[in-house]
């Protein structure tokens, strides 16, 4: 069992920056792939971004790569999400996943085992 929690969601401009974090209790950290996932109102959850169990492979949805950062720091059992130059259409409730595969492309949400509440982004004008 993975437990999950996120934070650091909040309201920010257009052009601004949010971090997200997401900390991980039960399971060996370093056991398992991590990936953030959203959805904005009236849509289906998304895929965001990748980052491997070691933290050496990453990969982004189109949508957010060159602005989105994952990273993860197995000491502290966290993963990370930093947001630059946000859009009006990055606000979403955003979700952190853990994955067990070991091996999967890691894109879509049955590839996941465990799954946060979600904190909610809101991008204003």
């Known amino acids: 069992q993975v437990q999950l929690v996120e934070s650091g969601g909040g309201l920010v401009q257009a052009g601004g920056s949010l971090r997200l974090s997401c900390a991980a209790s039960g399971r060996t950290f370093s056991s398992v792939a991590m990936g953030w996932f959203r959805q904005a109102p009236g849509k289906e959850r998304e895929f965001v971004a990748f980052?491997?169990?070691?933290?050496?492979?990453?990969y982004y949805a189109g949508s957010v790569k060159g602005r989105f950062t994952i990273s993860r720091d197995n000491a502290k059992n966290t993963v990370y999400l930093q947001m630059n130059s946000l859009k009006l259409e990055d606000t979403a409730v955003y979700y952190c996943?853990?994955?067990?595969?070991?091996?999967?492309?890691?894109?879509?949400?049955?590839?996941?085992?465990?799954w946060g509440q979600g904190t909610q982004v809101t991008v204003s004008s």
């Open positions: 996943a853990a994955s067990t595969k070991l091996v999967a492309v890691f894109l879509f949400e049955h590839e996941y085992d465990y």
């Open positions: 980052v491997s169990r070691s933290g050496s492979n990453t």
